[in-house]
């Protein structure tokens, strides 16, 4: 009788296997029945299966993806037909100046040179109106038309976009050499003009972005 008494009580303290202590010993280790929580940790590790780690390969790496394929087309075509509008209205304009069409024209503020003898009619009968042997203005109507039917009617990829990029840049280079021929050769102030080459920079921009989408 006290050796199973002591034997409970070594085997409850001490932490024996059940088998060697009493059968009234507490279950989990301790005399007060609390479980051996290192114990337990260590052998439920022991018991749980090892799987080893799939290794990532190309495929399974997953990185955030970069918005370079925007479709700028939505938005930029109808926009740069817009712009060929309010352009190709001016390329008339100062066509018809040109050919002495405009007489009084009062449809248009005098602020814009509509009258016949102000700045800007003045510039359309100077040598810089007519760079390549015909007036840029009649040049400029032909690249606007251009213009407005690549943005409403050609596919979104098209050889024309980038033959209309490379026409958008000489306007651009065009321009800046009118400007200085203005400001500095003729001293003439041309809203009409800077209206132009305005609405040239904005469509040269525009072409790009249109052409990336």
């Not at 930029?76 to 008339?92: C, K, N, S």
């Not at 405009?102 to 005098?110: G, N």
């Not at 690549?150 to 009118?178: D, E, Q, R």
């Not at 200085?180 to 921009?205: E, G, M, Q, S, W």
Request: hydrophobic share 50%; with cysteine.
């Amino acid at each position: 009788m006290l050796a199973t008494q002591w034997g409970f009580y070594f085997g409850c303290s001490a932490g024996v296997p059940l088998a060697v202590a009493s059968p009234s010993c507490p279950r989990g280790g301790g005399p007060s029945g609390r479980p051996d929580t290192q114990q337990e940790s260590n052998s439920a590790r022991n018991r749980a299966p090892r799987t080893a780690a799939p290794a990532l390969g190309p495929s399974a790496r997953t990185f955030p993806k970069v918005a370079w394929g925007y479709n700028y087309g939505v938005w930029v075509r109808p926009l740069i037909a817009v712009l060929a509008l309010a352009g190709l209205a001016d390329a008339f304009y100062f066509t018809f100046a040109y050919y002495g069409r405009i007489k009084k024209a009062r449809w248009v503020p005098e602020i814009l040179c509509a009258r016949e003898g102000s700045n800007c009619v003045t510039v359309v009968q100077t040598p810089y109106a007519r760079v390549f042997g015909v007036p840029n203005s009649l040049l400029g109507v032909v690249y606007y038309l251009l213009l407005i039917v690549w943005a409403v009617a050609a596919p979104p990829v098209s050889a024309m976009g980038w033959i209309l990029i490379a026409a958008s840049a000489g306007t651009v280079i065009l321009g800046f050499y009118l400007i200085y021929a203005l400001r500095r050769k003729l001293y003439i102030d041309c809203p009409f003009c800077y209206a132009a080459h305005t609405i040239n920079a904005l469509l040269l921009i525009l072409l790009i972005l249109a052409n990336r989408s």
